[in-house]
Structure formats: C-alpha cells, structure tokens
C-alpha cells in the first residue's frame, strides 16, 4: 500500500516539475514575442518617422525657394520658413504633455490591438478544437 501511494507521489511530483516547467518555457516564449512584436513596431515607427521628417524637410525647402521667388531675395524666403519652423517648436513645447500623451497612447492602443487579435485568433482556435473533440 504504501509503495503504491509513494508511486502515486512520485509521480504527481513529476508531473508538478513538468507543469512548472512548461509554465517557465511559455513565459519566456510569450516575453519573447512581446519583445520582437515591439521591437517590430518602434522599428517601424522609426522609419516611418525618419520618411516623414525628410518629406516635410524637402517640403519646407520648396516652401522656401517659392517665397524666395515671391519675395525677391532667397534669404527672406528661407527667414520666413524658420520663423514657421519656430511656430510650430513652440507649440509642440508647450503642448509637451498632450504630445506625450497621444504618444503614449498610439503606442499603448498599437500592443493592445496586438492583444486583441491574438485573443481572437486563440478564440478560434480553442472552438475549433472543441469542435473536433465532438
């Protein structure tokens, strides 16, 4: 009798320690995604931003030369968009905090749509395989 109840332990015991580390490997499996999904994400961001900023730097450029011809002189031209430069400096620095927030909120809203898919995607997944079972 009591060897059967230690087998019986033993074998709980084990099956407790593969649990645990199944639990273990799926974790670091899961902090691995999230790290590559939003890795993924800020280099995307980045070279998105990067395209945006020489667009609107060439865009600025033209802006210039144009009031440049409009004005007479190329330096009056390219005075003008600086001081439009700094409008725009100004309003971004003192609107810091709704800038970070919206910030913080694209980045927040981008990993919990991230989220929402996987769950769907699980969803399926977990009625597809009751659906098999039956």
Same mark, same amino acid.
């Given at each position: 009798?009591? +060897?059967?109840?230690?087998? *019986? !332990?033993?074998?709980? %015991?084990?099956?407790?320690?593969? @649990? ?7 974790? +670091? ?8 999904? *939003? /890795? ?18 060439? &865009? ?6 144009? !009031? ?5 002189? !190329? ?6 968009? /600086? !001081? &439009?430069?700094? #409008?725009?400096?100004? *309003?971004?620095?003192? %609107?810091? +905090? =709704?800038?970070?927030?919206? #910030?913080?909120?694209? &980045? ?16 399926? @997944?977990? =009625?597809? *395989?009751?659906?098999?079972? +039956?």
């Amino acid at each position: 009798m009591e +060897k059967e109840s230690e087998k *019986i !332990l033993t074998n709980f %015991r084990e099956r407790i320690i593969s @649990l645990a580390g199944l639990k273990f490997a799926l974790l +670091k499996l899961n902090a691995c995604e999230r790290a590559a999904k *939003i /890795s993924a994400a800020l280099a995307h961001s980045i070279l998105v931003l990067v395209l945006g900023l020489f667009a609107i730097l060439f &865009i600025f450029f033209a802006l210039g030369f144009f !009031l440049s011809e409009l004005t007479g002189r !190329l330096s009056l031209g390219f005075l003008i968009v /600086s !001081l &439009i430069y700094l #409008i725009i400096l100004f *309003i971004v620095y003192y %609107r810091k +905090k =709704q800038v970070r927030l919206a #910030i913080a909120n694209l &980045i927040v809203g981008s990993i919990l749509d991230e989220d929402e898919e996987e769950k769907t995607k699980e969803e399926k @997944l977990k =009625q597809a *395989i009751h659906e098999a079972e +039956k």
